[in-house]
């Protein structure tokens, strides 16, 4: 234990940051992305227990809602970058003004977006998936509907999570998570299992507590915590140095964004030709996943606000540094992730009142993933993370898109349908990305490592 410790201070500290510090930061992450994930699992156990038909329309809508709140994930991102740049700086001007463009730039594209989304829900819902069973139709539309309205108040506190984050206060984020997935969990229970109002009772559970985490986060960070002087006001002040930083950064991520959900769309549609049982068990699996992802997640994070900090103090030495000990790290971390919760997986298998025939499917997918995600699932977004802080989105976009084209979208399709394996082959095309993502990334890393030295 002894020598680890000293092979974790040898790669870890530095004159920015010390071991103490980012074994402090690394543990408050994976503990923020362990409960959203847990409570995530939960609720999906509750939408589970509605029946067959929620869940496939819930797995159906939930690739157009992820097209739509992964646009604001990716701004939000692309502002956590632009804060973290800006404290590596020392710049207190440029974080306030962040902040505030960031947030106020969010809300304003879920607003218009939103609108547009809840008007169209019905089209949208009818012309991806023609030939879905009527009752599955009806509560795809509803669910995307009430998602969409959440979305507005979403936009907002995911914008104030990114913020902390990339600012290292990662116990406010911690403590804002806590708040918003406990009161979903509870929400989720009582319109769900008390009030039985089913796929609508998950869409409202969203929509209050999405509010609720909206007010505790504007709270949070303009009263409790407001450490760098913002103001409400400073929502809708733009200034053009941040704004261009902001969108050159935030655009094409966007646009990946936009793209890969769109590749997905072209997944649930193929998808959406197997039967009601195979659509369920493969949300249900995802749904399992998002467990397996919480290492790779707090450790993505991580090296956003460590790498963004360097990068900001002109020290690309270090990130560079720090972006290649974090993936050995990573590797490490997400086997023992694997090694850990795989052997639990009947056990999380039977939250989900999944029916015998359902189980042997979602067991063997996630056996698919278990193996994977050490090699290269870490190794795909953390090295995105470094290029992207870089200012290199479009090349890591292109990476993403590219991926998805020839994995889920087109071996995907091939093993799924024609190959007739099913389910399991959109899982083997998945790990296919994770590959092809990591080669091309990391050949990319060392190009620009090189050029620089």
């Known amino acids: 234990m002894k020598r680890l410790n000293q092979t974790l201070e040898k ?15 690394f543990l408050t992450l994976l503990l923020d992305q362990a409960f959203v994930y847990i409570i995530s699992v939960l609720t999906t156990m509750l939408v589970s227990r509605v029946g067959e038909a929620a869940m496939a329309a819930v797995s159906l809508v939930s690739t157009v809602n992820g097209m739509v709140s992964l646009i604001f994930t990716a701004l939000a991102t692309g502002g956590g970058i632009v804060v ?19 947030t106020g730039v969010c809300f304003l594209t879920a607003l218009v977006l939103s609108s547009a989304m809840y008007a169209g829900a019905d089209a949208v819902v009818h012309l991806l998936y023609p030939g ?7 509560y795809a539309v509803s669910y995307m509907r009430m998602m969409c309205i959440s979305f507005i108040p979403f936009s907002v506190f995911n914008a104030i999570f990114n913020i902390f984050r990339n600012l290292g206060d990662t116990r406010s984020s911690l403590f804002l998570t806590i708040v918003i997935n406990a009161a979903h969990l509870i929400l989720s229970l009582l319109f769900i299992n008390v009030f039985n109002m089913g796929v609508r009772g998950s869409g409202l559970s969203y929509i209050v507590v999405r509010t609720i985490g909206m007010a505790v986060a504007l709270l949070w960070i303009l009263k409790v915590h407001n450490t760098y002087g913002v103001r409400f006001s400073g929502f809708f002040r733009f200034s053009r140095k941040v704004t261009k930083e902001l969108f050159s950064l935030g655009m094409p991520l966007t646009v990946e964004s936009l793209l890969l959900q769109g590749g997905m769309l072209l997944v649930n549609i193929y998808l959406a030709r197997l039967s009601t049982m195979e659509m369920a068990a493969h949300a249900r699996a995802n749904s399992i996943l998002n467990l397996y992802n919480t290492t790779a997640g707090a450790l993505t994070a991580m090296t956003g606000t460590i790498c963004g900090q360097c990068f ?20 490490i971390a997400m086997g023992l992730t694997s090694l850990i919760l795989y052997p639990l997986t009947p056990l999380l298998i039977l939250l989900f009142d999944v029916p015998p025939e359902s189980r042997g499917v979602i067991y063997f997918c996630l056996a698919i993933a278990a193996v994977g995600m050490p090699l290269f699932a870490g190794d795909s977004n953390m090295t995105a993370m470094i290029l992207r802080v870089a200012g290199d989105s479009v090349y890591t976009g292109f990476c993403a898109v590219s991926a998805l ?19 399991p082959g959109v899982w083997i095309a998945l790990v296919f990305e994770w590959c092809y ?14 050029a620089a030295g």
């Open 132 to 138: 879905v069973e009527p009752l599955v139709t009806e």
């Open 312 to 331: 900001g103090a002109g020290r690309t030495d270090l990130m560079r540094r720090y972006g290649k000990n974090l993936i050995r790290a990573g590797r």
């Open 405 to 423: 084209a020839l994995g889920r979208c087109a071996l995907g399709y091939l093993l799924t349908v024609p190959l007739g394996l099913g389910i």
């Open 84 to 102: 973290s740049r800006a404290k590596g700086r020392g710049d207190t001007a440029g974080i306030q003004q962040a902040i505030g463009e960031v």
């Open 11 to 25: 790669w870890f500290s530095s004159e920015l940051f010390t071991w103490p510090e980012l074994k402090k930061m």
């Open 437 to 450: 993502r990591t080669i091309l990334q990391r050949l990319r890393l060392r190009r620009t490592a090189a």
